[in-house]
C-alpha cells in the first residue's frame, strides 16, 4: 500500500492541487498602477500589449554599408552619407552606398548591409565589395521581433529584469500589477526566544519568523509581523481576531495533533481546518484553513520542514492568488550521489547541492538543522516507495527556484 492509500496522509500532488484551488478562489484582484523602476517583483494584472512595432524601422545588424542590391553590378560605390545610431538618414541617391553603424536606421531606398570586414574603401573614397551580397542581408526588418498588438507578455507575469527590459523597449513607464499581498506571520511556543535576548532553560531563538518575513518581503508581500505567540489559546484567539485585514496568516509551530496545538483549537472553533498530515518529510503536520473568513497556513515549527513546505505548498499558493499560472519550482534529472536503501511512505527532500556532476545530500538531515540548507544549492526529491543506487536518476529542485 502507497502512502497515497495510507489513511491520513495525503500525496503532496493533493495537498498542492487542493492549495492551488483554494488560491484561484480567494484571488487577489485589486490592481494598481506602478512606475516601471518600482514594477520589479510585482505581478501584471493584464497583458502587455505591443503599441509600436520592434524595432520600430529596418535597422542594420552590422557595421559596414547600406546598398540597394540593384545598383550593385559589381563595381565600387561611391559612399553617399554616414549614418550613426539614432540619427535620421537622407533618403539613398540611386547608384550609391551609406556608411552606416550597428542599430542605425536604413535609409529609404537600402534593402541590403554588407559587414565592413568584406568591405574595402578605395582613394577614390569608392567602396569595393569582395563577397556575393544576397538582399536583405545583415538588415533586422521593422517589426521583425513584436508588431503593434501583439500580446508579448499575459497576464499573471511575474515581472523580473528581463520582462521589464522588454516592457521599456515598448515605451512603457508604468504597468498595471496586482496589488501585493498583506501577510501576517506569527510564531508559537513557549520556547521561541527573540534573537539578541538571553536563553532561558528549554529555550531556542526564533529563526523561523525571520526566514519567512525575509522570503515573503522577497516575493513582493508587505508582511505584518505578529511577533511570538504563547501557548495559550485565548491568546491565539485573539491575536488571530486581530488580523482581519491580512490575506493570508501564515504561522509556524502549533500544528501537530498534541495537547498544546492552539492554532488548531482555535481554527476548529471559529474557523476551518482544511489540511492536517501531509506524505512529505521534512514537514508532515501543516494545517490549512481559515480564521473568521482569513486564510490561515501553518507551517512546522522544525526549521528545515519549515523550508520545504513554505517553498513547495506556501509559496505557489501566494502565487496562484496573484494570478500567477507556472507556480511549481523547476527541477531537473541528475544521478543520485549516495544510496537509499529503505523505502518510505513520504516523499522526502533531502538539503543536498551537486559535486562533480551527483546530488550529495548534507550529512545531517534532522528537520531541526537549518545549518544544512545554508550549506544546500537544492532540494534532492526521494518519491515514495523507492530506492536509489548510486548514479541512479532523480529529480533536483535548486533552492533558487524557490526562493525568488
Not at 547600406?66 to 554616414?82: F, Y
Not at 499581498?181 to 527573540?194: C, F, I, K, Q, Y
Amino acid at each position: 500500500m502507497s502512502c497515497c492509500d495510507k489513511p491520513g496522509l495525503m500525496p503532496v500532488e493533493a495537498a498542492l492541487a487542493r492549495l492551488l484551488a483554494q488560491a484561484e478562489a480567494s484571488a487577489i484582484v485589486e490592481c494598481e498602477r506602478v512606475k516601471l523602476s518600482d514594477a520589479a517583483g510585482r505581478v501584471l494584472a493584464e497583458p502587455l500589449l505591443a503599441e509600436l512595432d520592434l524595432p520600430p524601422w529596418d535597422n542594420s545588424a552590422m557595421d559596414g554599408y547600406a546598398l540597394r542590391l540593384v545598383d550593385w553590378n559589381g563595381e565600387p560605390l561611391v559612399v553617399s552619407q554616414r549614418i550613426q545610431a539614432g540619427s535620421a538618414p537622407a533618403p539613398l541617391q540611386p547608384g550609391t552606398c551609406a556608411r552606416i553603424f550597428t542599430g542605425a536606421p536604413l535609409p529609404a531606398g537600402a534593402d541590403t548591409v554588407e559587414m565592413q570586414e568584406n568591405a574595402v574603401l578605395g582613394e577614390d573614397g569608392r567602396v569595393a565589395f569582395s563577397e556575393p551580397l544576397k538582399r536583405g542581408q545583415n538588415v533586422r526588418a521593422r517589426g521583425q521581433e513584436t508588431r503593434v498588438g501583439d500580446s508579448v507578455l499575459p497576464a499573471g507575469t511575474r515581472l523580473g529584469p528581463i520582462e521589464l527590459g522588454l516592457a521599456a523597449s515598448l515605451g512603457c513607464a508604468e504597468l498595471n500589477v496586482r496589488r501585493r499581498p498583506r501577510v501576517a506571520v506569527l510564531s508559537t511556543g513557549d520556547e521561541l526566544v527573540e534573537p539578541g535576548q538571553p536563553l532561558g532553560p528549554g529555550q531556542i531563538y526564533n529563526s523561523n519568523r525571520r526566514v519567512l518575513i525575509a522570503w515573503l518581503q522577497r516575493l513582493g508581500c508587505e508582511v505584518v509581523d505578529g511577533g511570538i505567540l504563547l501557548d495559550d489559546l485565548e491568546q491565539t484567539r485573539a491575536a488571530l481576531g486581530a488580523l482581519s485585514d491580512v490575506d493570508l496568516i501564515l504561522s509556524t509551530g502549533g500544528v501537530s495533533v498534541g495537547e498544546a496545538d492552539f492554532l488548531g483549537m482555535a481554527l476548529r472553533e471559529e474557523g476551518e481546518l482544511a489540511l492536517w498530515k501531509l506524505a512529505i518529510k521534512p514537514g508532515k503536520p501543516l494545517t490549512c484553513g481559515q480564521f473568521r473568513g482569513v486564510p490561515v497556513i501553518g507551517l512546522p515549527g522544525n526549521p528545515a520542514s519549515t523550508l520545504v513546505t513554505f517553498g513547495l505548498l506556501a509559496r505557489p499558493y501566494l502565487l496562484r492568488r496573484l494570478g500567477v499560472q507556472r507556480v511549481e519550482p523547476l527541477g531537473f534529472p541528475m544521478p543520485a550521489g549516495f544510496t537509499w536503501s529503505k523505502p518510505g511512505n513520504r516523499r522526502e527532500y533531502l538539503r543536498a547541492r551537486l559535486e562533480n556532476g551527483r546530488v550529495v545530500p548534507y550529512p545531517n538531515q534532522s528537520s531541526g538543522v537549518l545549518r544544512s540548507a545554508a550549506w544546500a544549492e537544492g532540494f534532492a526529491e526521494v518519491l515514495e516507495g523507492t530506492t536509489l543506487a548510486e548514479g541512479d536518476s532523480l529529480r533536483f529542485i535548486p533552492l533558487s527556484e524557490i526562493l525568488g
